[in-house]
């Protein structure tokens, strides 16, 4: 037991080493103009016009198939929506608010007599726990968010302004 948990915290460390300066794009005074979720593939993708920026590994909803429903089905939802607030003072590291849900997703809730759920949002690791870095991938944690490390958040709240449209796609 203690061996696996050497290993994972080695592995942490030389992923997070493994991401050099190299591997970046001069990126600083870009601004992203679109996010695309691929759940299926745990991928979040910065374009600049047509251009992909960067993407990102991520972890999900603990029940990502299929789009969000209700309120606790820890879904991460599917559709269009909008980037709609930077949030500094979050329970995780950073975070932007995704505009879920939007009106024909609370209709449908009402239809279902549901509550839609909210506070989707992309954001780090919870605070005080961002040593584990891109082990938090290895399981969808979140309650519906899209979760990448601190530094990955740190990155991406820089370069996405609000406003900027996120498609959510399966």
Known sequence: MKFRIVLLITFAFLTAACDSASDRTAIENV???RVI????????????GKTVL???KVALGRNPIGPK????????????????????????????????P??????QAIRRDVRPGGDI???GIKNGLGWIGPLHRLIDWTQGCIAVTNKEIEEI??????????DLQQ
């Open 69 to 100: 429903r209700q309120d606790g089905d820890n879904k991460t939802p599917e559709g269009s929506y909008i980037i709609d607030k930077h949030t500094p003072k979050s329970s995780f590291h950073l975070s932007l608010h995704i505009s879920y």
């Open 37 to 48: 979720l691929k759940k299926s593939e745990r991928k979040l993708i910065l374009m600049t």
């Open 157 to 166: 709240y820089a370069l996405v302004p609000d406003g900027t449209p996120i």
């Open 102 to 107: 939007s009106a024909s997703d609370s209709e």
């Open 54 to 56: 960067k993407s990102y």
């Open 121 to 123: 949002m992309i954001h």
């Open 31 to 33: 601004k992203v103009n």
